[in-house]
């Protein structure tokens, strides 16, 4: 055999399989992806709720997070991981120039006696980290608290809400940064329906207060709790109540002795409003965003969920709630419907609000998470937090003491539900998107072997065109010879 059939064999049997190769991959892939894409968005609608299955047994996925930053600007990362054996509350931590340790710290796990489930919820000190949990034993749950000094090894139960006839739900944790006292408020359901309680820590005297109820036990079901402490330690409440499709937005203000005011109805009752969340600005306003559902079944048209937004002084009345997302630009066609969901807030360092969502748009098909800042009381258009188009979930933003803001959510473009983390810098540039918790091979990295394989097959063609033009070149010769000679 001569060279030019070894070179063209090797050459046909490398082609061959890097081509086979690449269609077995992509099909395999693109049918992966496409089951993916229609489970998104019922997994999107799953996540709603405080569990989801995992993909596959081989896979791990994350189910809820929050995050705490740390006066150095350190982030502490803490997630409800879910595999194929059990729920485990995990930590990834970053440096004060966010460079992220993604070799990540187990909190807690489940065993046979007790199980993880609901959203963690934390804090940051100069000195110590605080989470709080929601474990389930036998047919009722708790709430626990765990502490950890950054210098020990070890975290310590700090407190434990349990009973052995009712269930305790949705934990939150609030620092006060004057006093470091910390409040934690969760519902119950000890006397029939859903209650929201509370418990201040007075960091000075080391003591709990005694649990108190702060709404009224209407019958009526209490849930989406969020609050904030003012600059005098005083908290202000915000949560859902009411019928399933009829819940309002309501609003309580307690102050740091215990002293309760009235309740206040931001809403009527005629739409649902769920997902209420609150800040102060640097008006000294309350702000309370919350989501609006148009239907009773939302998600089965675009266009049925948008967040309005309230404020008021914190001894005034509460303005006419408008609609802040989402943000549809003026060129936007008539039957560009678009939906917006579950809200988060935070103030930068120049005292600009902010406003992160979930976004679900028919125009364009544009899915994801899209942010939108208001400078002094003006909305502007929003951008794209997460740049892949993909049912992401669930954003959370924060500001650190340098006033760089965090944005944090859950992505399934690779599949099972992961971290993303992008910063949006004080001078006013954006990072990148990070993924911090992707434990499978990325997609790119295999595609970059079928690459490789590709490029050296050509590699190894080369030297058979090489020889092929040679010898051409040498039978035109012969040919040009012959032609002499008959011509003689």
């Known amino acids: 055999m001569n060279l030019f059939k070894i070179f063209k064999s090797q050459y046909l049997l490398l082609f061959i399989l890097a081509f086979n190769f690449s269609i077995i991959f992509s099909s395999v892939h693109f049918n992966d992806q496409n089951t993916l894409s229609n489970a998104r968005i019922q997994k999107s609608d799953q996540m709603l709720n405080e569990y989801v299955e995992v993909n596959a047994a081989d896979k791990t996925q994350i189910l809820s997070f929050t995050?705490?930053?740390?006066p150095t600007n350190k982030i502490y990362l803490i997630y409800n991981e879910q595999n194929i054996d059990n729920n485990s509350i995990k930590m990834?931590?970053?440096?004060?120039?966010?460079?992220?340790n993604k070799s990540a710290e187990t909190i807690l796990v489940e065993n046979e006696t007790f199980n993880l489930f609901g959203t963690p919820t934390a804090f940051a000190t100069s000195d110590e980290l605080a989470?709080?949990?929601?474990?389930?034993l036998n047919e009722y749950s708790g709430i626990k608290m765990l502490v950890k000094q950054y210098l020990d090894l070890n975290w310590v139960?700090?407190?434990?809400?349990s009973n052995d006839s009712f269930?305790?739900?949705?934990?939150?944790?609030?620092?006060?940064?004057?006093?470091?006292?910390?409040?934690?408020?969760?519902?119950?359901n000890r006397v029939g329906d859903y209650n929201l309680y509370y418990l201040h820590y007075n960091s000075t005297s080391e003591q709990w207060s005694n649990q108190s109820r702060i709404t009224e036990a209407t019958g009526l079901n209490s849930t989406d709790c969020d609050f904030i402490l003012d600059d005098n330690g005083n908290a202000h409440f915000v949560w859902s109540e009411g019928l399933h499709f009829e819940e309002k937005i309501l609003y309580k203000m307690i102050y740091r002795n215990g002293t309760q005011k009235p309740i206040e109805e931001l809403t009527t009752g005629t739409t649902r409003c769920r997902h209420s969340k609150i800040i102060i600005d640097s008006y000294s306003?309350?702000?309370?965003?919350?989501?609006?559902?148009?239907?009773?079944?939302?998600?089965?048209?675009f266009g049925t969920k948008n967040i309005h937004s309230a404020n008021k002084p914190i001894f005034g009345n509460w303005s006419e709630p408008i609609e802040v997302a989402p943000f549809i630009p003026p060129d936007r066609p008539a039957s560009g419907e678009s939906d917006a969901s579950m809200p988060s807030v935070a103030l930068d360092g120049q005292n600009q609000l902010w406003l992160a969502y979930e976004i679900r748009e028919e125009y364009a098909y544009h899915q994801g998470v899209d942010i939108r800042e208001r400078i002094n009381l003006n909305w502007q258009p929003s951008t794209q937090l997460s740049h892949a188009n993909n049912a992401a979930l669930r954003p959370k933003i924060k500001v650190d003491a340098t006033g760089n803001l965090h944005c944090f959510w859950l992505d399934g473009r690779f599949g099972n539900y992961e971290l993303f983390h992008r910063i949006r810098f004080a001078s006013g540039a954006w990072s990148d998107e990070l993924s911090l918790t992707k434990d499978a091979l990325e997609l790119g990295l295999v595609w970059t072997i079928i690459i490789v394989v590709i490029c050296g097959t050509i590699l190894l063609a080369v030297p058979t065109i090489i020889v092929k033009r040679i010898r051409a070149r040498r039978n035109m010769e012969i040919v040009r010879r012959k032609m002499q000679d008959l011509e003689k």
């Not at 139960?157 to 809400?161: A, D, R, S, V």
């Open 285 to 301: 306003m309350l702000n309370v965003f919350w989501g609006n559902y148009t239907v009773e079944f939302p998600g089965t048209q």
């Open 131 to 136: 989470v709080a949990i929601t474990y389930s």
């Open 167 to 188: 269930s305790f739900h949705e934990p939150i944790l609030r620092l006060d940064q004057n006093s470091n006292d910390y409040w934690l408020c969760w519902k119950d």
């Open 157 to 161: 139960e700090k407190i434990t809400l």
């Open 67 to 70: 995050f705490a930053i740390a």
């Open 92 to 100: 990834i931590t970053s440096d004060s120039n966010y460079l992220w």
